[in-house]
């Protein structure tokens, strides 16, 4: 098999646009559709000059997704003096696999020289995963619980530490899920949420009047399969072992729907990307025209439509304590 390209010995064959690519024109490709995305959800302001550049806070796990989005935005912006990127770690709190994985994260910030934070659920909210996997005092999964913490500990932090953009490493499989998983579940304020969150031009959102820095998703045209292929190309440190406490029963059962449907169907994933995009917009804009503003939670400030936001129950859930708690 070769390349289209050049001829040489392929490494992938994309179903979905018919290419074979050798290993440079496949990293290429992928450095390509990442810096698409990026002009494409104008995600570096006009206003941005080096004299008064944007912080870029990254979201660094160490899986993946989140060294590959790191490695490019460096490749990509290390010469340009308008952008300055921080990477933040979240410890959870798991023994063995967060130490394994805050290992890559270091290995990669000292390669590219970019500076890194770590903040913990131990420091944030008096807990770790562990106690709360053991406890599970709302009997739900582990999963729930973390991504509650995880994103109320990133976009906190980004605001904390003046950033301007919050960009996370979410890949096209992750986000079909997600719509997937949204559409069928009829949570239409979700969908609006995805357009708010990460969609659309930044120049044109009025991001100045929320608590929460506007994120991100460069990675979210790239299938996993490629982010994972150019890692080991690339020869990036990754840490690769699945989380112990994972349990994500229903995002699994859709994950294994699409890889059906996009065996059968090549192209299926951006498919529903393209017309979930769409649909979010409209959702955004009749849910904005049909709430008033979004209140407080009483206890930590966090925009809520509850006197108490979730992250603040689940603490509580969990026997946690916030900083300031008496």
């Given amino acids: ?22 290993s440079e024109h496949f990293r290429r490709s992928v450095e390509s559709r990442v810096r698409r995305r990026i002009r494409d959800d104008a995600l570096l302001s006009e206003a941005a000059t080096a004299d008064d550049p944007e912080t870029w806070l990254v979201g660094l796990s160490g899986g993946k997704d989140s060294v590959v989005l790191t490695h490019l935005l460096e490749g990509t912006f290390a010469s340009d003096p308008r952008v300055e990127l921080v990477a933040l770690t979240v410890h959870e709190g798991i023994d063995g696999y967060r130490d394994a994985s805050l290992e890559a994260c270091l290995e990669l910030t000292d390669d590219l020289d970019i500076e890194h934070e770590v903040v913990s659920y131990a420091d944030e909210y008096g807990v770790e995963m562990d106690a709360v996997a053991e406890d599970d005092p709302e009997g739900m999964a582990p999963c729930a619980y973390c991504g509650v913490f995880r994103r109320d500990a990133l976009s906190r932090y980004a605001d904390e530490y003046g950033a301007d953009k919050l960009l996370t490493g979410h890949n096209l499989d992750d986000e079909a899920q997600t719509a997937m998983m949204n559409l069928l579940s009829g949570d239409i304020a979700q969908v609006a949420k995805h357009f708010d969150a990460s969609l659309g031009s930044f120049e044109e959102r009025e991001v100045d009047d929320s608590p929460f820095v506007p994120r991100a998703k460069p990675l979210r045209d790239i299938p996993e399969k490629e982010v994972a292929l150019y890692a080991h190309l690339a020869d990036l440190p990754v840490h690769m072992a699945e989380c112990p406490h994972a349990s994500e029963a229903y995002r699994g059962e859709i994950q294994e729907l699409l890889y059906g449907l996009e065996d059968d169907h090549p192209g299926t994933r951006h498919s529903i990307m393209s017309g979930y995009e769409e649909l979010a917009r409209l959702a955004a804009e009749a849910h904005r025209g049909g709430e008033g503003p979004r209140g407080e939670c009483d206890r930590c400030g966090a925009p809520t439509n509850n006197e108490v936001c979730r992250k603040c129950d689940l603490v509580d859930a969990v026997g946690g304590e916030l900083p300031g708690d008496d």
């Avoid at 001829?7 to 646009?17: I, K, L, T």
Wanted: a negative charge; hydrophobic letters at 40%.
């Fill in 1 to 22: 098999m070769q390349c289209d390209k050049c001829g040489a010995e392929a490494v992938m064959h994309a179903a979905y646009s018919g290419l074979h690519l050798c």
